[in-house]
Nanobody, 117 residues
Framework: QVQLVESGGGLVQPGGSLRLSCAAS????????MSWYRQAPGKEREAVAS????????NYADSVKGRFTISRDNAKNTVYLQMNNLRPDDTAVYYC??????????WGQGTQVTVPS
């Protein structure tokens, strides 16, 4: 049974930091590309950051470059999103996403991040 379980969301003041975690199980995490997406109210889901299987390549949305960092620990089957200098427009539900070696996609249930204006 595949599971992606996000944690670490919450309410944080502008300029603050949060660290999201996504614990994966039920598939070969180390061979999977991992990403974080987010969806704000009334908006489409957008890609925030991605990391390849070997942690060599990362990509970020322009809106989070220099503030967010994605990383993974293959020994713990966990991907992280360190978010610094948070802004009100970062408010969204953040989702963990996996693409396995066989190109199967999985989504987590999401974790809410709220940055009040």
């Amino acid at each position: 049974q595949v599971q992606l379980v996000e944690s670490g969301g919450g309410l944080v003041q502008p300029g603050g930091s949060l660290r999201l975690s996504c614990a994966a199980s039920g598939f070969t995490f180390s061979l999977s590309a991992m990403s974080w997406y987010r969806q704000a109210p009334g908006k489409e889901r957008e890609a925030v950051a991605s990391i390849n299987r070997f942690s060599v390549a990362t990509n970020y949305a322009d809106s989070v470059k220099g503030r967010f960092t994605i990383s993974r620990d293959n020994a713990k089957n966990t991907v992280y999103l360190q978010m610094n200098n948070l802004r009100p427009d970062d408010t969204a539900v953040y989702y963990c996403h996996a693409i396995t070696y066989g190109e199967v996609q999985y989504w987590g249930q999401g974790t809410q991040v709220t940055v009040p204006s």
